[in-house]
């Protein structure tokens, strides 16, 4: 049997010629004829064995909610509202335990965590690398990240079990069409919200290749975990700081939602910009069931978001920001020719970001993060203590210091030469640049085409650079 | 104490299937009987005795059963397609090791895409001890198709009907009875999400897969006439070609309709070695 295993069966191709000279002599679609004889062996076996008592068909109320929640007009409004809703409530509870996290693992942690390595004789550099770069990067990666997370994700979850998302698909299905998708693209893309890797695996649900690889090249505009807590940051530090308090939580979701509704009309232009010119192809067509509501199992729903995507996250999030804090602390204190390796980068870069709005140490900041985007903010924010000198705010080059309000974060990143346009553009530059290490691993794994890894990575970038030097072009034109 | 206790209750409870449900409610719901009776093992399995397939509609709560058997924790959503890549686990059962194999959902096995192809090759070539149909009675026509496409491939296999909770809501009743003799393979009413029958549908897929109780599969009624000789044919030189083979009818059946996967099968050798390696692996992210 094993000798089989390794060669082809001599017999093989003796076998095919035989059944194609069957095929031919077989009148009419023989496949089409074993579908219909199951089909009508089910329906008669169901008959049989199924009973309805009474007019008791599908409840109405599944049927009221569904008019509603999957109608033409109302439909995307409530899609729209009920996210916003969901960010409002995330930015508004992280801000406390964020702050809690921080002056914990922060302004406590890090001076009695530096206090020890310097009372057993440690040397400065193994305290920089270990203290203020491995550990502030990890303590302030749990900071940014956990609250929102625990908040944002038991919501989604819940709205998950309840059945919403598949009313969601629906309502993006006639869209997709449009765009010359295949319509299970909109469960791909939800899937994307949570991770891109995952959402890229999800679309072996497509069958036809040119759609599965539409799905697979746009799914890095769906804003994944890694960058949900960089807008709802960077959302609430500049964007809600501009109106009264009582709005600043309303203004903030609106800009969160913007930006997620942003990436997916830029799937459907995407999509429709590729299905019209490299991947051109027929849209085939599928049934979409609509699963009926079911009441989300709380409890249940709590434990497995905390533990399957909260910790699961977080725990990819710290791996990652671990080498990250090292490799922060490296560039800034490996000094050559007078200046240090993220000194030279940033100069080198400056230019450049500032034409797109950003600046060099957000681009830096992008490229130490290609591994995870869960650590843009935190690289950020050290890059820019040591580009400004602002030492009486940090505890000196290559320090995540201590950011125990939002007050602070703005007052540093302003320093470093932060407008609101700064703001805006990092929030579209989160949304617009490559997909992160894993992802692109998982599209390399998934296509086995390093041809199209490399359009998926390049694609979203050279989208980001456009639309960010666009705003810029407009905001100074227009705003100042 | 376990002792005392665990022979009486599987006694009733191989009496009362089907039929009184309120006493094997109270016995799914008594720690002592699951305690003596299920280990779940999570993905820890060195070693299986047998084999477990779930196959399914998409959305039937598939990975709530694989669930409440394993005591893993994989995320089960309210949407189709949760499942795209096979997830494993394992239980014990009446002494005997389980390996649980969580196959993509699929409305049918004819489809070229690669989820069905994953389910689809897993049950061929795989070739579980059992393979557990999980089908959604409330959808109970729609649920048959996949059944009875899996019933061509595989004699062994127990339909596990799942939702009950809901079709009594919606005043729908299944006859499992009926359903059982005529698919002419084990039916086991469940609700998963609150862990009804699942005892009985451990009980079942533990009878079948050590051979107590031979199922006799419904088969197409009848093959029309054009194509009897064809398959006479091919199923001939099938068997001579393979003589280990399990169903060379179904794969005359898909070579006569063209199935391009099945001629590669053919043509690489794949379909001589009835081996588990054959099948893609699964790609967790």
Same mark, same amino acid.
């Given at each position: 049997?094993?000798?089989?295993?390794?060669?082809?069966?001599?017999?093989?191709?003796?076998?095919?010629?035989?059944?194609?000279?069957?095929?031919?002599?077989?009148?009419?679609?023989?496949?089409?004829?074993?579908?219909?004889?199951?089909?009508?062996?089910?329906?008669?076996?169901?008959?049989?064995?199924?009973?309805?008592?009474?007019?008791?068909?599908?409840?109405?109320?599944?049927?009221?909610?569904?008019?509603?929640?999957?109608?033409?007009?109302?439909?995307?409004?409530?899609?729209?509202?009920?996210?916003?809703?969901?960010?409002?409530?995330?930015?508004?509870?992280?801000?406390?335990?964020?702050?809690?996290?921080?002056?914990?693992?922060?302004?406590?942690?890090?001076?009695?965590?530096?206090?020890?390595?310097?009372?057993?004789?440690?040397?400065?550099?193994?305290?920089?690398?270990?203290?203020?770069?491995?550990?502030?990067?990890?303590?302030?990666?749990?900071?940014?990240?956990?609250?929102?997370?625990?908040?944002?994700?038991?919501?989604?979850?819940?709205?998950?079990?309840?059945?919403?998302?598949?009313?969601?698909?629906?309502?993006?299905?006639?869209?997709?069409?449009?765009?010359?998708?295949?319509?299970?693209?909109?469960?791909?893309?939800?899937?994307?919200?949570?991770?891109?890797?995952?959402?890229?695996?999800?679309?072996?649900?497509?069958?036809?290749?040119?759609?599965?690889?539409?799905?697979?090249?746009?799914?890095?505009?769906?804003?994944?975990?890694?960058?949900?807590?960089?807008?709802?940051?960077?959302?609430?530090?500049?964007?809600?700081?501009?109106?009264?308090?009582?709005?600043?939580?309303?203004?903030?979701?609106?800009?969160?939602?913007?930006?997620?509704?942003?990436?997916?009309?830029?799937?459907? /232009?995407?999509?429709? +910009?590729?299905?019209? &010119?490299?991947?051109?192809?027929?849209?085939?067509? $599928? %049934? @979409?069931?609509?699963? #009926?509501?079911?009441?989300?199992?709380?409890?249940?729903?709590?434990?497995?978001?905390?533990?399957?995507?909260?910790?699961?996250?977080?725990?990819?999030?710290?791996?990652?920001?671990?080498?990250?804090?090292?490799?922060?602390?490296?560039?800034?204190?490996?000094?050559?020719?007078?200046?240090?390796?993220?000194?030279?980068?940033?100069?080198?870069?400056?230019?450049?970001?500032?034409?797109?709005?950003?600046?060099?140490?957000?681009?830096?900041?992008?490229?130490?993060?290609?591994?995870?985007?869960?650590?843009?903010?935190?690289?950020?924010?050290?890059?820019?203590?040591?580009?400004?000198?602002?030492?009486?705010?940090?505890?000196?080059?290559?320090?995540?210091?201590?950011?125990?309000?939002?007050?602070?974060?703005?007052? /540093?990143?302003?320093? +470093?030469?932060?407008? &609101?346009?700064?703001?805006?553009?990092?929030?579209? $530059? %989160? @949304?617009?640049?490559? #997909?992160?290490?894993?992802?692109?691993?998982?599209?390399?794994?998934?296509?086995?085409?390093?041809?199209?890894?490399?359009?998926?990575?390049?694609?979203?970038?050279?989208?980001?650079?456009?639309?960010?030097?666009?705003?810029?072009?407009?905001?100074?034109?227009?705003?100042? | 104490?376990?002792?005392?206790?665990?022979?009486?209750?599987?006694?009733?409870?191989?009496?009362?299937?089907?039929?009184?449900?309120?006493?094997?409610?109270?016995?799914?719901?008594?720690?002592?009987?699951?305690?003596?009776?299920?280990?779940?093992?999570?993905?820890?399995?060195?070693?299986?005795?047998?084999?477990?397939?779930?196959?399914?509609?998409?959305?039937?709560?598939?990975?709530?059963?694989?669930?409440?058997?394993?005591?893993?924790?994989?995320?089960?959503?309210?949407?189709?397609?949760?499942?795209?890549?096979?997830?494993?686990?394992?239980?014990?059962?009446?002494?005997?090791?389980?390996?649980?194999?969580?196959?993509?959902?699929?409305?049918?096995?004819?489809?070229?895409?690669?989820?069905?192809?994953?389910?689809?090759?897993?049950?061929?070539?795989?070739?579980?001890?059992?393979?557990?149909?999980?089908?959604?009675?409330?959808?109970?026509?729609?649920?048959?198709?996949?059944?009875?496409?899996?019933?061509?491939?595989?004699?062994?296999?127990?339909?596990?009907?799942?939702?009950?909770?809901?079709?009594?809501?919606?005043?729908?009743?299944?006859?499992?009875?009926?359903?059982?003799?005529?698919?002419?393979?084990?039916?086991?009413?469940?609700?998963?999400?609150?862990?009804?029958?699942?005892?009985?549908?451990?009980?079942?897929?533990?009878?079948?897969?050590?051979?107590?109780?031979?199922?006799?599969?419904?088969?197409?009624?009848?093959?029309?006439?054009?194509?009897?000789?064809?398959?006479?044919?091919?199923?001939?030189?099938?068997?001579?070609?393979?003589?280990?083979?399990?169903?060379?009818?179904?794969?005359?059946?898909?070579?006569?309709?063209?199935?391009?996967?099945?001629?590669?099968?053919?043509?690489?050798?794949?379909?001589?070695?009835?081996?588990?390696?054959?099948?893609?692996?699964?790609?967790?992210?």
């Amino acid at each position: 049997m094993n000798e089989s295993a390794t060669k082809p069966a001599p017999q093989a191709e003796a076998i095919l010629a035989a059944a194609q000279r069957w095929r031919q002599q077989i009148p009419g679609d023989l496949h089409e004829h074993i579908v219909e004889a199951i089909y009508g062996q089910a329906a008669r076996i169901a008959e049989r064995a199924v009973s309805r008592p009474g007019q008791a068909a599908r409840p109405t109320f599944d049927r009221t909610l569904d008019r509603i929640l999957t109608s033409k007009l109302w439909g995307f409004p409530i899609m729209i509202l009920l996210f916003a809703v969901m960010f409002w409530i995330t930015i508004t509870g992280a801000n406390v335990p964020s702050g809690w996290i921080a002056s914990l693992l922060v302004d406590q942690g890090h001076p009695w965590l530096k206090g020890l390595f310097q009372s057993v004789g440690s040397p400065g550099w193994l305290t920089g690398l270990v203290v203020d770069g491995m550990y502030l990067a990890t303590a302030w990666v749990v900071s940014v990240m956990l609250p929102p997370m625990a908040i944002f994700f038991p919501m989604f979850t819940l709205l998950e079990d309840f059945g919403y998302l598949p009313r969601v698909a629906f309502n993006l299905d006639r869209l997709f069409m449009t765009s010359g998708g295949h319509g299970k693209q909109a469960m791909t893309t939800m899937m994307g919200f949570g991770c891109n890797a995952a959402g890229v695996i999800a679309t072996r649900i497509i069958d036809s290749p040119r759609e599965r690889l539409l799905a697979i090249l746009t799914n890095n505009f769906a804003l994944c975990n890694g960058r949900w807590p960089t807008q709802f940051l960077i959302a609430t530090v500049f964007l809600g700081s501009l109106v009264p308090a009582a709005l600043a939580g309303f203004v903030s979701a609106a800009a969160v939602t913007s930006v997620a509704l942003l990436g997916v009309l830029l799937t459907f /232009l995407v999509g429709w +910009g590729l299905s019209h &010119t490299v991947l051109k192809g027929e849209v085939s067509t $599928f %049934s @979409l069931e609509l699963p #009926p509501y079911r009441p989300p199992r709380l409890w249940q729903t709590l434990y497995t978001s905390l533990i399957d995507r909260t910790l699961f996250v977080l725990w990819r999030a710290v791996v990652f920001a671990v080498p990250a804090g090292a490799v922060i602390w490296l560039v800034a204190n490996i000094h050559v020719g007078g200046d240090s390796l993220a000194g030279h980068f940033i100069r080198f870069a400056d230019p450049m970001g500032l034409f797109l709005g950003l600046n060099g140490v957000i681009l830096l900041a992008y490229v130490i993060a290609i591994p995870a985007n869960e650590i843009v903010i935190p690289t950020v924010l050290m890059l820019t203590v040591m580009v400004t000198g602002a030492h009486d705010l940090g505890a000196g080059t290559g320090v995540m210091f201590e950011l125990d309000s939002n007050d602070t974060v703005r007052q /540093l990143l302003t320093t +470093g030469g932060w407008t &609101t346009l700064t703001a805006v553009n990092l929030m579209l $530059f %989160s @949304l617009l640049h490559n #997909p992160c290490s894993t992802t692109l691993y998982t599209i390399y794994k998934e296509t086995g085409s390093a041809k199209w890894t490399v359009v998926s990575a390049l694609l979203p970038l050279a989208i980001g650079f456009v639309v960010c030097a666009l705003t810029a072009w407009g905001w100074r034109l227009f705003i100042g | 104490m376990n002792a005392t206790n665990s022979a009486p209750t599987s006694d009733v409870l191989s009496l009362a299937q089907g039929s009184a449900a309120p006493v094997t409610e109270s016995c799914a719901s008594c720690s002592v009987y699951r305690a003596t009776n299920l280990k779940k093992l999570g993905v820890v399995m060195d070693s299986s005795d047998f084999v477990i397939a779930l196959a399914g509609n998409p959305n039937t709560g598939k990975s709530t059963v694989f669930n409440a058997l394993t005591g893993l924790r994989q995320h089960t959503g309210n949407w189709p397609g949760k499942t795209v890549a096979r997830a494993e686990g394992g239980y014990a059962y009446a002494g005997k090791r389980f390996k649980l194999v969580d196959l993509p959902g699929t409305y049918s096995l004819l489809s070229t895409s690669l989820d069905e192809q994953i389910a689809r090759d897993f049950i061929l070539f795989g070739q579980p001890d059992v393979t557990v149909i999980v089908a959604d009675a409330t959808r109970l026509e729609r649920n048959l198709n996949l059944v009875l496409q899996i019933l061509e491939i595989t004699d062994r296999a127990v339909v596990c009907l799942n939702l009950m909770d809901e079709a009594k809501r919606h005043g729908i009743t299944v006859d499992e009875r009926q359903l059982a003799r005529d698919l002419g393979v084990p039916v086991v009413p469940t609700a998963a999400r609150y862990g009804r029958g699942l005892p009985e549908l451990l009980q079942a897929i533990n009878d079948v897969a050590a051979g107590e109780v031979v199922c006799r599969p419904q088969r197409l009624e009848a093959d029309p006439a054009a194509i009897r000789p064809a398959l006479a044919d091919l199923v001939g030189e099938l068997k001579a070609a393979f003589p280990e083979l399990p169903n060379p009818r179904w794969i005359a059946l898909r070579l006569l309709s063209g199935d391009d996967s099945m001629v590669e099968a053919l043509r690489s050798g794949q379909l001589g070695t009835l081996h588990a390696s054959a099948i893609a692996e699964p790609n967790q992210a």
